[in-house]
């Protein structure tokens, strides 16, 4: 029998980003464990096909097509969940992309992209939700998803570093504003996971020996292994966990 403390009926979450990869898997794993689910993304298509996939399951699903890296388009669709009466308890900030290219070479448009998408997505999606969630009075969880760049760079990924790391303050910041009001802000910093978006890693095997090498689990990641860690940050059983990040990464950044 699972514990009550994670038992997330009631309860309304939506997943930026989660058509496929790391935030389908959240979003499937929120959804195990009773949430009323809102996917999101920007292919209505494969947004379907997706929420199809998890109705076909027994879950409860809605679809939010919308940009999360355009205001008024965050803002509208908030306004949609509320016409609707679609509360949401839970967020999470999920949405994310990749750029490979040495500093020196990256433009200024490069470098806005990644940013956009990968943390101001998070304060504008995160805004919009945490009005919602005071004005009701009820508290709240907000997860954003960091990265093993909120901690540790790498070369070619500076866009990305800048942004995962600024996930990680972003979320302190949540807490320290949100906190009074029974808003949990905390984020998940996956480690080297086997999605769509690290397919070139994963076929490179010099790449692909030196993740297996450098992690003392010497493997890859499932996305499906982070749906405990959202989990328990989306239910009662972490009320008093505030502006953490915790790493899901196989024991890579303990280790020399």
Not at 7 to 32: C, Y
Not at 50 to 73: I, M, P, Y
Not at 227 to 255: F, K
Request: glycine share 10%.
């Amino acid at each position: 029998m699972s514990h009550p403390l994670f038992d997330l009926s009631g309860r309304t979450a939506l997943v930026t980003g989660s058509s496929r990869g790391l935030g389908h898997a959240i979003a499937e794993g929120l959804a195990q464990a009773g949430a009323r689910l809102v996917l999101n993304g920007t292919d209505t298509e494969r947004l379907a096909l997706s929420a199809a996939a998890l109705r076909a399951k027994g879950h409860q699903v809605e679809e939010a097509a919308f940009d999360v890296t355009d205001e008024a388009a965050v803002c509208a669709a908030f306004a949609r969940l509320d016409a609707a009466g679609i509360e949401v308890d839970i967020l999470v900030n999920n949405a994310g992309i990749q750029l490979r290219k040495p500093l020196v070479e990256l433009s200024m448009a490069e470098w806005d992209k990644v940013l956009s998408t990968n943390l101001t997505s998070a304060f504008l999606v995160g805004r919009e939700a945490a009005k919602r969630m005071i004005a009701r009075g009820r508290g709240g969880k907000v997860i954003n998803i960091g990265s093993l760049t909120s901690e540790a760079a790498r070369a070619t990924v500076a866009p990305y570093t800048a942004a995962k790391g600024g996930i990680k303050m972003l979320t302190r910041a949540m807490a320290a504003e949100w906190a009074e009001h029974g808003i949990q802000a905390n984020a998940i910093g996956p480690g080297y996971m086997a999605t769509e978006m690290n397919t070139a890693l994963l076929d490179n095997p010099a790449f692909d020996a030196w993740v297996k090498g450098r992690t003392p689990a010497r493997r890859w990641g499932r996305p499906d292994e982070l749906a405990g860690t959202a989990i328990w940050l989306a239910s009662q059983a972490s009320e008093y966990v505030n502006g953490q990040i915790i790493y899901v990464d196989g024991g890579m950044l303990a280790v020399l």
